[in-house]
C-alpha cells in the first residue's frame, strides 16, 4: 500500500469513528428520553447511579474477556505451532472455531434467551433477592444467572475468534522468516519469541480488539434483552446498552485500524 | 579416497571430503525430490550446482542442515556425513545448523535493524557481551562487502535496504556464526548484475576459510566461480565433475551439455 492510499484510509476510518460517536450520542438521549416518558424516570440515572453500574459492569466484563481472549491465544499458539496440520486435536478445534465464528452475535443473543428462559426458575430468584429497586445492579452481578450467561456466551462467541485471529496473525509470518531463523540455528522458542511474535503482534492486537468488540456486542445483546424482558424497569438501561454498542463498535474499528496501517515490513522495500 | 572425478582445477579442493552423501532419498509426501544420489563435497571448493526449476536443489540444501525436518511429512533416506559423521545422529541439531551458513533467495525477511540481524545467531548461541557482538558484527559486514555501505546505520531496519545490500546482509548473517560450510541458494535471483559480481568477488575470498555450495540458476555463475560443478534434473544427480569438463564441448552425459548451452528442453 503506498502512502497517499494509506492516508485516505486513514481520514476515511477517522470519519467513520466520528460519525459513529455522534450518531451513539444522539441514539443514547433518545434512549434515555423514552426511559423518562416511561415514567420510570430517576434524575439521578446518567450521573450518580449511572457510573458506578457501568464500572461495576466493565469490571466484570473486562476480566472475563480478557481471560477468554489470552486462552484463545495460547490455544492458538498451541494449535499452530505444536500441532501438525494432520493432527486431530488440531482438526477438531479448527472445525469448531470455522463453525463458531461463522454464526452471528445475533444468534448467541438468540441462544442466551433461551438459555435464560431455560433457567428462568434460578433468574427469577435473582431478581426476587435483588428487591426490585436495585434491579440496575443486578445483571452482572457474579454469580448470577446473566453471569454465567455471560461467561458462556463469551467463550462462544470470542473464543473463536480469538483463536482464528491469533492463527491469521501466526500465519502471516511468512515461511522463510521462520527458516532462516531455524537456519542460523535458532530454537523454535526462539524463533518464536525473537522473529514470529514481533511480527505478527500488530495483528495479534487487531485480533484481540475484533474478539472483545463480539464480546461487549454480545454485553448490549443481553443487556438489551435483559431491559426487553423487564420493560417496566429501564434504569441503567441505556448507559448499558451505549457502552457496549459503543465499545464494540469503537474496538471493530481500533482492529480494522490496525490491520489497515500495519504494512508487513518485507514488502515495505522498493 | 581416489576417484577419477576428483581431478580439479587449480585453486580450492585438497580432496578432503568435508560432506559425504551417498544414495540420499528424499520425499515430500508421496513424491519424490531426490532418488538416490551420491557424492562428496571437498574441502575449500565451490561446488557449483544447477539444474532446472524442482530439480530438487533446494531440497538438498534443506537436508544438509537439517532444516527440512521443519517441513511436515517428507521421508529422508541414505546418508548424509558432516565430517564422517552422520549428520542425523547429531544430537545438537541447533549446533549443526550453526556449523553451516544458509543464504536463502530474497525475498527473505530481515525484520530486525542491521545490527540484530547479524548478532542473531551470536546471541542465540548465547553470546552476550556488546563488544564481543560488535566485533561479530563488523567482521560480517565487512566480509559480505557491506560495511562501508552501512556502518553508520547499523539501527536502521534490515528491510529498508536495496535488494543487493539485503542479499549481502543475509550472506553476513549466514557467516556470523563461523561455518565451515556456506550454501547459497540462487542468490542472485533479486540483485543487479554489478551487485552479484560483488558478491562472488566476496565467494571467491571466503573460499580460502569454508567449503561453499552454490546452487545457482545462473550457468555462468558456476562457470566462473566453481571448482566443480553438478547437475540436477528432476531429483537425480546427471553429472558432477570439474567446471572445466561440465562446460566442454564433451560431458558425459548430452542433458547437461544440453542444459549449459541453453538448449535443454
Ligand atoms: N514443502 C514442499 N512440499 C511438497 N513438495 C515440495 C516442497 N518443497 C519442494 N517440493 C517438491 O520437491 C521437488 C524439488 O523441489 P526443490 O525446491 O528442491 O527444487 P529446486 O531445484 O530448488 O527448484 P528451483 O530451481 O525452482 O528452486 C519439486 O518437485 C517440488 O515440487
Ligand atoms: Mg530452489
Known amino acids: ?270 | 579416497m581416489t576417484t577419477p572425478m576428483q581431478t580439479n582445477s587449480d585453486n580450492g579442493s585438497q580432496n578432503t571430503p568435508v560432506i559425504e552423501i551417498s544414495d540420499l532419498k528424499v520425499r515430500y509426501g508421496d513424491s519424490p525430490a531426490l532418488n538416490g544420489i551420491s557424492f562428496d563435497v571437498y574441502q575449500n571448493e565451490i561446488l557449483g550446482i544447477i539444474g532446472p526449476a524442482q530439480s530438487g536443489k533446494t531440497t538438498l540444501l534443506k537436508v544438509i542442515n537439517r532444516t527440512l525436518e521443519l517441513t511436515p511429512d517428507t521421508t529422508v533416506e541414505g546418508s548424509v556425513k558432516l565430517d564422517g559423521v552422520d549428520i542425523r545422529t547429531i544430537g545438537d541439531v541447533y549446533g549443526l545448523r550453526r556449523r553451516i551458513g544458509m543464504v536463502l533467495p530474497l525475498p527473505v525477511g530481515l525484520p530486525l535493524s542491521i545490527y540484530d540481524n547479524v548478532a542473531f545467531a551470536p546471541r542465540t548461541a548465547g553470546i552476550r557481551a556488546k563488544s564481543e557482538l560488535d566485533e561479530i558484527v563488523e567482521r560480517c559486514l565487512q566480509q559480505a562487502a557491506l560495511w562501508d555501505e552501512v556502518k553508520d546505520r547499523l539501527d536502521s531496519l534490515g528491510t529498508k535496504l536495496s535488494g543487493g545490500q539485503q542479499q549481502r546482509l543475509t550472506i553476513a548473517r549466514a557467516l556470523s556464526h563461523q561455518p565451515e560450510i556456506l550454501c547459497l541458494d540462487e542468490f542472485s535471483i533479486a540483485v543487479d548484475p554489478v551487485t552479484t559480481m560483488r558478491i562472488e568477488e566476496v565467494l571467491k575470498t571466503l573460499q580460502t576459510e569454508m567449503t561453499i555450495l552454490l546452487v545457482t540458476n545462473l550457468v555462468q555463475q558456476a562457470k566462473r566461480l566453481a571448482n566443480r560443478t553438478a547437475f540436477f534434473l528432476n531429483g537425480d544427480l546427471i553429472e558432477i565433475d570439474t567446471t572445466d569438463v561440465i562446460f566442454s564441448e564433451n560431458p558425459s552425459n548430452q542433458a547437461t551439455y544440453d542444459y549449459v548451452n541453453g538448449t535443454f528442453g
Open chain 1, 1 to 270: 500500500m503506498t502512502r497517499p492510499k494509506l492516508r485516505k484510509k486513514i481520514i476515511l476510518l477517522s470519519i467513520t469513528v466520528i460519525i459513529e460517536i455522534v450518531a451513539l450520542i444522539f441514539f443514547w438521549n433518545a434512549l434515555k428520553k423514552t426511559d423518562v416518558t416511561n415514567g420510570q424516570a430517576s434524575p439521578a440515572l446518567g450521573t450518580s447511579g449511572g457510573l458506578p453500574n457501568l464500572l461495576g459492569d466493565l469490571n466484570l466484563i473486562l476480566p472475563i474477556s480478557f481471560l477468554v481472549i489470552l486462552l484463545g491465544i495460547a490455544c492458538a499458539f498451541y494449535v499452530e505451532e505444536w500441532l501438525s496440520a494432520t493432527n486431530w486435536v488440531r482438526r477438531f478445534i479448527e472445525s469448531q472455531v470455522a463453525f463458531l465464528t461463522g454464526i452471528p452475535s445475533l444468534l448467541y443473543g438468540l441462544l442466551a434467551v433461551a438459555v435464560f428462559f431455560g433457567y428462568a426458575g434460578v433468574f427469577k430468584a435473582t431478581l426476587q433477592n435483588a428487591e426490585g429497586s436495585a434491579l440496575a445492579g443486578t445483571p452482572f452481578q457474579r454469580n448470577t444467572a446473566l453471569f454465567y450467561t455471560e461467561t458462556l456466551i463469551f467463550i462462544l462467541t470470542v473464543m473463536p475468534v480469538a483463536i482464528k485471529t491469533t492463527q491469521t496473525a501466526l500465519r502471516s509470518v511468512e515461511t522463510p522468516i521462520r527458516e532462516s531463523a531455524y537456519a542460523l540455528g535458532a530454537t523454535q522458542w526462539q524463533v518464536l519469541t525473537k522473529q514470529v511474535v514481533p511480527r505478527a503482534f500488530p495483528r495479534m492486537l487487531a485480533g484481540g480488539c475484533r474478539a472483545m468488540a463480539r464480546a461487549f456486542a454480545a454485553a448490549a445483546l443481553l443487556v438489551g434483552i435483559y431491559a426487553w424482558s423487564h420493560t417496566m424497569e429501564l434504569r441503567g438501561f441505556p448507559d448499558r446498552f451505549m457502552l457496549f454498542l459503543g465499545g464494540a463498535l469503537l474496538l471493530s474499528n481500533a482492529s480494522s485500524f490496525l490491520t489497515e496501517i500495519y504494512v508487513p515490513a518485507s514488502t515495505q522495500h522498493n
